[in-house]
């Protein structure tokens, strides 16, 4: 499973400049209903260097929401559609890269507010029936502030 923000659906995308919720069927090759972000690019790697494997590169992105909860943000992952589809499916892998509509409210973001609901998040994820593997691909203008925040909050406990 592939889940995040507008770069997991697909930059530019015409889906990504839309303000609805739609609960989309899901797309076996990574693409989020016709529109390609990175997903569709794994599953067609996937596809290419992988010819015995069985997989499935499922994406469930969406480009409206912040991991960071409260009046200062909109609506968080765990208010989408595809937050629920997350929940009733059995991955064994989660890639997310979430985390980029936070950086836009310079006024409420703090890398802590960030590593709190993001580390939230990533516990749910890990403790989902399937324990999938947890893989973090982090936006490029956070990472060197924010990677020593998430391991020290998820390998502390």
Known sequence: MAVGDQTTLGEGSP????NFDYDYHLQM?????GYRGYPYLLNSLL??????DKF??????NDNF??????????????????KQ????DPDIVISM?????????????PE????????????????????????????YSSASLIPHLNQTLYSH
């Open 66 to 83: 912040t991991v960071i909860a409260g009046p200062d943000y909109g609506k968080t992952y765990k208010d989408t559609c595809e937050y």
């Open 56 to 61: 499935e590169v499922i994406n469930l992105s």
């Open 113 to 140: 507010a960030f590593t709190q609901g993001y580390s939230a998040f990533l516990k749910e994820m890990k403790s989902l029936p399937s324990k999938p593997e947890i893989m973090i691909l982090t936006p490029a």
């Open 98 to 110: 979430i985390g980029g509509k936070e950086s836009l409210n310079v006024n409420a973001f703090t």
């Open 15 to 18: 889906r990504s400049m839309l």
């Open 86 to 89: 997350l929940l009733q499916s």
């Open 47 to 52: 596809k290419l260097h992988n010819q015995t």
């Open 29 to 33: 090759d990574g693409s989020k209903a």
